[in-house]
């Protein structure tokens, strides 16, 4: 709806072409004040932040947390014991409550329709900070990382190894949504949403493929990407998963055929030594932690454009 297009940061399509260029702006620009020592930028003074997981967290929740804090807002975590949403309470009941005391709602769910129902019944901007569905702001995140060390987006080649998930989906739909060349490679049967592909190649901005072959797409890439083979919510299938992920490790033989140029990322938590060895998380080209620095900076220009300051 267009209400939800406008209150909330739930998918990144819901924003067109140059909403999402001027948030990466605004990142940049906010991050070099916050890193030059500046203080002095007190948008979010006298603001609050309701912070609900219904999942672990270290990024979100501090990211978000610090970011709120440090542009002079308050955050407020609410860990899985705390709200228990869908279960001691209605999920539209806990949108109704935090609304009246909150400026925002940064949520981590698990099923995409508990964000849904967030944004639909809060009266303040929803945030989402990962669903089984999608990871929007770590996307967000990843596209500035990009654009400060390739110099820009469009026309990259991102080739993500491993299982098509939350991430995957983010991926596709900021392809919707700014030109770059997409790839997916993952064991059959654990291919992203097809409906999401679908809308991803049907948008026509982006070259998007999904493969099973790793060693074919890593050809000529600009990132590879990788993350965890069992997702929060999967971690009884870690077992199995491994057995079908074979051959989809991103490992130093896997990056040479990828090429010199091409940089190694991963939205953390990493397996070393499962979804990527030691070797290619600390290689030198490998640019993990300022992708996770990142996360902060794209969150904080996403919640200034939601606040209107
Ligand atoms: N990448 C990410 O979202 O990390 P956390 O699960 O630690 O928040
Ligand atoms: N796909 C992972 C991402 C973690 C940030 C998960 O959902 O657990």
Redesign the pocket.
């Known amino acids: 709806t267009a209400k939800s297009e406008l209150k909330d940061f739930l998918h990144i399509n819901d924003f067109d072409k140059s909403t999402i260029l001027k948030i990466l702006d605004r990142a940049a620009e906010v991050k070099a004040l916050l890193k030059s020592g500046d203080r002095s930028f007190q948008p979010f003074k006298g603001k609050t932040m309701a912070m609900i997981f219904a999942?672990?967290?270290?990024?979100?929740?501090v990211?978000f947390e610090t970011g709120f804090s440090l542009l002079g807002g308050h955050a407020i975590y609410l860990g899985p014991d705390a709200i228990q949403m869908g279960k001691r309470e209605e999920t539209r009941d806990v949108a109704r409550v935090l609304s009246r005391y909150n400026d925002i709602i940064m949520a981590?769910v698990f099923a995409h329709q508990d964000i849904l129902d967030l944004a639909k019944y809060s009266t303040v901007p929803v945030v989402n900070?990962?669903t089984d569905y999608n990871?929007p702001?770590?996307i967000m995140a990843d596209v500035l990382t990009i654009i400060e060390h390739i110099g820009q987006i469009e026309g990259t080649k991102v080739v993500y190894v491993g299982d098509g998930n939350n991430i995957v989906h983010s991926w596709l739909l900021m392809a919707a949504v700014i030109p770059f060349h997409f790839v997916c490679a993952c064991p059959k049967g654990f291919e992203p949403d097809k409906e999401t592909v679908e809308k991803a190649q049907q948008a026509g901005i982006s070259k998007i493929e999904i493969t099973n072959d790793p060693k074919e797409a890593v050809k000529g890439a600009d990132v590879v990407y990788s993350d965890v083979w069992a997702s929060?919510g999967q971690k009884e299938e870690a077992d199995s998963r491994r057995k079908i992920f074979q051959g989809f490790q991103v490992d130093e033989n896997l990056m040479k055929i990828a090429g010199p140029k091409a940089y190694f990322m991963h939205?953390?938590?990493a397996e070393r030594g499962v979804e990527v060895t030691d070797e290619v998380v600390e290689a030198p080209n490998s640019i993990v932690f300022p992708q996770?620095e990142n996360?902060m900076h794209a969150q904080n220009a996403i919640m200034l454009h939601l606040l209107g300051v």
């Open positions: 999942k672990p967290s270290m990024r979100t929740r990211s981590r900070g990962l990871h702001c770590q929060m939205c953390l938590p996770a996360r």
